[in-house]
């Protein structure tokens, strides 16, 4: 037997907000006007592709990729989030829950030619582990496409208290959905962001700093004044050397 594994993290919010989450997640300002049209379009071409969903939440990404003819494998760390996936999914997609901090070894070498994880990774505090996973399922020449909190934005949430050159586990009140709940998280520098996916032996192909659209300006006009003035997230797509 191995060393018995730590728990993800944020697994207490996520229990408390999921059923919300799944709910309003392809409404939501900030997701679905905002991070997911800059992460779709760093995807190119997926019909055909096997695409695996690194942290699939409720199933939003995977139910696009299957749409465009995608073959789709998606984890997740949080049970109640796979059976939302599952419940969205119905069976189009292979849904299972796995914790991202660890090596995925139920899943095949070059196995994949896409893998994607939105927004999943502020929440996996081991980033080498990750990566060399990422790499080791994707085929020569595949695509790893990643979204997280924009490393800028992250350190000014918390500036009073973090050292922007550390990696750090950070907290904030989360209210967008339906409730306030505790949401922990990691931040680090651009600098750890880039380099480990180097390490990993990933070539950086395009980084994003997106802007909100229109839909966006529509739905929280406040909010997109502010995001077009300083950086929400960043959107990156690196290729398996």
């Given at each position: 037997?191995?060393?018995?594994?730590?728990?993800?993290?944020?697994?207490?919010?996520?229990?408390?907000?999921?059923?919300?989450?799944?709910?309003?997640?392809?409404?939501?300002?900030?997701?679905?006007?905002?991070?997911?049209?800059?992460?779709?379009?760093?995807?190119?071409?997926?019909?055909?592709?096997?695409?695996?969903?690194?942290?699939?939440?409720?199933?939003?990404?995977?139910?696009?990729?299957?749409?465009?003819?995608?073959?789709?494998?998606?984890?997740?760390?949080?049970?109640?989030?796979?059976?939302?996936?599952?419940?969205?999914?119905?069976?189009?997609?292979?849904?299972?829950?796995?914790?991202?901090?660890?090596?995925?070894?139920?899943?095949?070498?070059?196995?994949?030619?896409?893998?994607?994880?939105?927004?999943?990774?502020?929440?996996?505090?081991?980033?080498?582990?990750?990566?060399?996973?990422f790499h080791r399922l994707l085929r020569t020449g595949g695509k790893l496409i990643f979204s997280i909190?924009?490393?800028?934005?992250?350190?000014?949430?918390?500036?009073?208290?973090?050292?922007?050159?550390?990696?750090?586990?950070?907290?904030?009140?989360?209210?967008?959905?339906?409730?306030?709940?505790?949401?922990?998280?990691?931040?680090?520098?651009?600098?750890?962001?880039?380099?480990?996916?180097?390490?990993?032996?990933?070539?950086?192909?395009?980084?994003?700093?997106?802007?909100?659209?229109?839909?966006?300006?529509?739905?929280?006009?406040?909010?997109?004044?502010?995001?077009?003035?300083r950086p929400g997230f960043m959107c990156l797509r690196a290729l398996k050397r």
């Amino acid at each position: 037997m191995g060393s018995r594994r730590k728990p993800p993290i944020a697994q207490h919010a996520y229990n408390q907000i999921a059923e919300e989450f799944a709910r309003i997640i392809d409404i939501k300002p900030h997701n679905a006007y905002y991070e997911r049209p800059a992460t779709l379009s760093l995807l190119g071409e997926v019909a055909g592709k096997r695409v695996l969903d690194a942290g699939c939440g409720p199933g939003v990404y995977a139910e696009w990729l299957v749409e465009q003819g995608a073959r789709v494998v998606a984890v997740d760390a949080n049970l109640k989030m796979i059976r939302l996936a599952r419940q969205r999914l119905a069976g189009k997609a292979t849904v299972r829950q796995a914790n991202l901090e660890y090596p995925l070894d139920f899943l095949d070498d070059g196995s994949f030619d896409i893998v994607l994880s939105a927004l999943a990774m502020d929440y996996v505090l081991d980033w080498a582990t990750a990566f060399r996973e990422f790499h080791r399922l994707l085929r020569t020449g595949g695509k790893l496409i990643f979204s997280i909190g924009h490393p800028h934005q992250e350190f000014d949430a918390h500036r009073q208290t973090s050292n922007y050159f550390h990696t750090e586990r950070v907290e904030y009140n989360s209210t967008g959905f339906g409730k306030q709940v505790v949401m922990p998280s990691y931040r680090r520098p651009l600098s750890e962001v880039l380099n480990l996916l180097i390490k990993a032996g990933f070539t950086l192909d395009r980084l994003l700093e997106p802007l909100p659209t229109e839909k966006f300006r529509q739905a929280d006009p406040e909010d997109y004044e502010e995001l077009m003035h300083r950086p929400g997230f960043m959107c990156l797509r690196a290729l398996k050397r």
